[in-house]
């Protein structure tokens, strides 16, 4: 391992969900505050190659990094925390490494030895991680490994940190971000579950040099003492992380423990600033308090239902840049989740719509809910509701466009129905292979591609440029047949790949619609909380304009 790399992991305790992705962006965020260079790194233990192929209800949302790798969402909160784009070696799963180590089995690699997850899985995992430690000339590595202390599945990454901290004790640090629950019959805040999880840890050969303890209210002296006593710590590296508002108020959180200075010190590391440079930081989060004037925004799609609960974990990307455009103008957005099934069985009336400010239809994939999201679209192109549309929601405006405007009768793509007449959204010819021979994973049109846009119009006036880059995660795009007809129907066609073929993003002429704009990429991936996204910066000025 090379001297001046610095390693910190970051493994949950007693459950998931308790919000170990941030926890590691927000250490990202102070020590980045501090001078250093730093390196977020992402550990899924499951045996998918990578994200794209599981299910969102399941999963929550795929983020496409700029190469195109397909990953967990946490990517995207580590990207928004820091504030910079993060290579794909920063993303690793159980199916990357076992893959790896199998492929190179078969080409005789090992020469002749017998293959064994000590030494070989775990070397291949060590060379991952110092691998992403080395990218972008970053100084500290901050590595979140997937799941809770005690699953099956993570135990060899958490092998693999154990061996460096054994090589190197003074280049790694542990933190166990753990959880304390306050149950209501017994009304006080109880440690026995984060101390049965660090004894866990602690019989991987692990030794947490701190505890992040998560609860619902801060956590008291008297108990800080208690983990540190059971459990080797010192008090002052027990960190009380309770519930905040907002997600972004944590790395000021941690600073008021002092955090940064105490990973620094436990790293051999002395702080290249004074105090924590977190000036931007605060002027966003005080935006976040400012923001007063309520709009509603209805977002329309359909993958919210897992089983009594509604996960929006789906949207996660498009939930942040709304919000971070909208605090920009001091906007307070309400987001409504409709079910794009119930437009199309009338349990929601489609005129129910009047009632909101602006409407989104996110992306998505397959047929269902799909007659609603059309019926949606059709609804706010009529009545002037300021509307975006992202990838599927840009595909579906211009169907919409098409069977109604343009009288293409049954207009369609060949996504939800490949023998119609009118496929005005249609296959990229180089997925026709890929979908016959089942080559699913990772092939999509992936990753940033540019677009030229054109003068004079929404896109135009949002970028305030020419030339712009943005994350794309589709197999089907406009058909180039039917451009011009679509065109001369009075649908302009605003943003165009550089062979001009492709069409990148779709939108009405502002005499006809204040704002009805559809992008075939995925603007959210590249929202930031210090550097909100212009498409939505500029569809939510629109709707402040005509707000309630
Ligand atoms: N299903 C559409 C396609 O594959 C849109 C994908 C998306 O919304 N990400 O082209």
Redesign the pocket.
Same mark, same amino acid.
């Given at each position: 391992m090379a001297k001046s790399k610095k390693f910190i992991f970051v493994i949950g305790g007693v459950m998931s969900g308790v919000g170990k992705g941030i926890t590691t962006a927000s250490i990202g965020t102070i020590l980045q505050a501090r001078g250093y260079k730093v390196n977020l790194m992402k550990v899924d233990p499951y045996l998918n190659v990578d994200a794209g192929t599981m299910n969102p209800t399941e999963h929550g949302e795929t983020f496409v990094l700029n190469s195109g790798l397909e990953t967990d969402q946490d990517m995207g909160n580590y990207e928004r925390f820091l504030n910079k784009d993060l290579p794909p070696e920063n993303y690793l799963t159980s199916g990357m490494v076992y893959k790896t180590v199998i492929d190179r089995e078969r080409n005789l690699e090992y020469d002749g030895a017998c293959v064994e997850a000590i030494p070989h899985v775990r070397d291949e995992i060590i060379s991952r991680f110092e691998k992403a430690a080395n990218q972008n000339g970053s100084e500290i590595s901050v590595i979140e490994i997937g799941g809770t202390v005690g699953d099956f599945q993570n135990a060899m990454f958490m092998e693999a940190a154990r061996v460096m901290h054994a090589r190197s004790p003074k280049d790694v640090v542990f933190i166990m971000v753990s959880y304390l629950p306050i149950p209501s019959k017994v009304g006080e805040m109880k440690t026995k579950p984060t101390q049965n999880a660090i004894r866990q840890l602690n019989s991987y050969g692990i030794q947490p040099h701190f505890v992040i303890g998560r609860s619902e209210e801060p956590i008291d002296k008297r108990r800080k003492e208690k983990i540190a006593m059971q459990c080797n710590i010192h008090p002052e590296n027990v960190i009380s992380a309770p519930d905040v508002d907002s997600i972004y108020d944590v790395p000021l959180n941690f600073e008021k423990d002092n955090l940064s200075e105490m990973l620094l010190k436990e790293l051999s590391l002395r702080p290249k600033t004074k105090k924590a440079n977190l000036t931007k930081w605060k002027s966003f989060v005080a935006k976040i308090k400012k923001a007063n004037k309520p709009v509603k925004i209805a977002v329309v799609g359909k993958y919210f239902d897992t089983g009594d609960f509604v996960l929006s974990d789906a949207y996660i990307s498009v939930i942040e840049a709304i919000k971070f455009s909208a605090y920009e103008l001091g906007l307070k957005p309400e987001l409504h989740w409709l079910n794009s099934k119930d437009f199309e069985t009338n349990k929601i009336k489609v005129s129910t719509l009047s009632g909101y400010d602006g409407v989104i239809v996110? &992306?998505?994939? &397959?047929k269902t809910g799909i007659e609603g999201k059309i019926k949606v679209i059709k609804y706010a192109r009529e009545n002037k509701i300021p509307y975006l549309g992202?990838? #599927?929601?840009m595909?579906l405006m211009v169907i919409e466009y098409a069977r109604n405007v343009a009288k293409l009768k049954n207009a369609t793509?060949r +996504?939800l129905d490949p023998k119609a007449e009118h496929l005005v959204?249609d296959i990229m010819p180089e997925q026709v292979e890929k979908i016959k021979n089942k080559d699913y994973g990772g092939t999509?049109r992936l990753g940033a591609y540019p677009a030229y846009l054109k003068k004079g119009t929404i896109a135009r006036r949002a970028y305030k440029k020419e030339l712009v880059n943005e994350r794309h /995660?589709? /197999? #089907? +795009?406009v058909n180039p047949e039917y451009v011009k007809t679509l065109e001369e129907a009075g649908l302009m066609f605003s943003g165009v790949f550089p062979d001009k073929k492709l069409m990148e993003i779709a939108e009405l002429p502002v005499k006809k619609h204040p704002f009805m704009l559809g992008v075939q990429f995925?603007p959210e991936l590249q929202a930031r909380p210090l550097s909100p996204h212009p498409i939505f910066t500029e569809f939510l000025k629109v709707v402040k304009k005509g707000a309630h």
């Open positions: 996110p &992306g998505g994939f &397959g992202l990838c #599927y929601g595909q793509s +996504e959204i999509m /995660r589709h /197999r #089907y +795009e995925h």
